[in-house]
T-cell receptor, first 116, second 113 residues
Framework: AQSVTQLGSHVSVSEGALVLLRCNYS??????LFWYVQYPNQGLQLLLK??????LVKGINGFEAEFKKSETSFHLTKPSAHMSDAAEYFC??????????????FGTGTQLKVEL | EPEVTQTPSHQVTQMGQEVILRCVPI?????FYWYRQILGQKVEFLVS????????KSEIFDDQFSVERPDGSNFTLKIRSTKLEDSAMYFC???????????FGSGTRLTVV
């Protein structure tokens, strides 16, 4: 079974500082990888995904993530944090197999706080 | 941009009652899912639905739960005889292809009292 580990349930950065949210996965075959953001009392919004091709993936709102197979990691970064980035971030994986399943398995989430 | 629509946004029900949570996935999507998030916890998979049948379900998705796609546009989750521990945010999601991104609805917050 797949699993996702997000190190740090809470991360605090200053506005303008680098954001780094960590995600490691456990899977025998590299899965599809996703980052979602959840603002308070809202749903899950896709930030970016990796399925194949270039390992550095750019997403919305200036975020990017790099798939590193050797490290089984898919860390999320943003060069300069903005107050509006404060939210909960979820890393998720799904199998590469085709078919009707391909469920997402989520990490426990990282709450990002941005301070002035 | 196409959206997944969920109704209602909030529902309060008494323990033991049946509830139906409704979702309208993106129109040309083929794969449908229900997830739930208990307050303060991570998002958990409940069930996936493809080609008019359940393709996978979690151990949470027991006989108390059922899903339907009654008319080709709606996708419903029925919870029979609700329990206090069913209180959670329920998210519907859809995707167009097996490798595509999942689009989530904004959720239904279910409170069982």
């Amino acid at each position: 079974a797949q699993s996702v580990t997000q190190l740090g349930s809470h991360v605090s950065v200053s506005e303008g500082a680098l954001v780094l949210l960590r995600c490691n996965y456990s899977s025998s075959v590299p899965p599809y990888l996703f980052w979602y953001v959840q603002y308070p009392n809202q749903g899950l919004q896709l930030l970016l995904k990796y399925t194949t091709g270039a390992t550095l993936v750019k997403g919305i709102n200036g975020f990017e993530a790099e798939f590193k197979k050797s490290e089984t990691s898919f860390h999320l970064t943003k060069p300069s944090a903005h107050m509006s980035d404060a939210a909960e971030y979820f890393c998720a994986v799904s199998d590469r197999v085709t078919g009707g399943g391909n469920k997402l398995t989520f990490g426990t989430g990282t709450q990002l706080k941005v301070e002035l | 941009e196409p959206e997944v629509t969920q109704t209602p946004s909030h529902q309060v029900t008494q323990m033991g009652q049946e509830v139906i949570l409704r979702c309208v996935p993106i129109s040309n999507h083929l794969y449908f899912y229900w997830y739930r998030q208990i307050l303060g916890q991570k998002v958990e998979f409940l069930v996936s639905f493809y080609n008019n049948e359940i393709s996978e379900k979690s151990e949470i998705f027991d006989d108390q739960f059922s899903v339907e796609r009654p008319d080709g546009s709606n996708f419903t989750l029925k919870i029979r005889s609700t329990k206090l521990e069913d209180s959670a945010m329920y998210f519907c999601a859809s995707r167009g292809t097996a490798s595509g991104g999942y689009t989530f609805g904004s959720g239904t917050r279910l409170t069982v009292v």
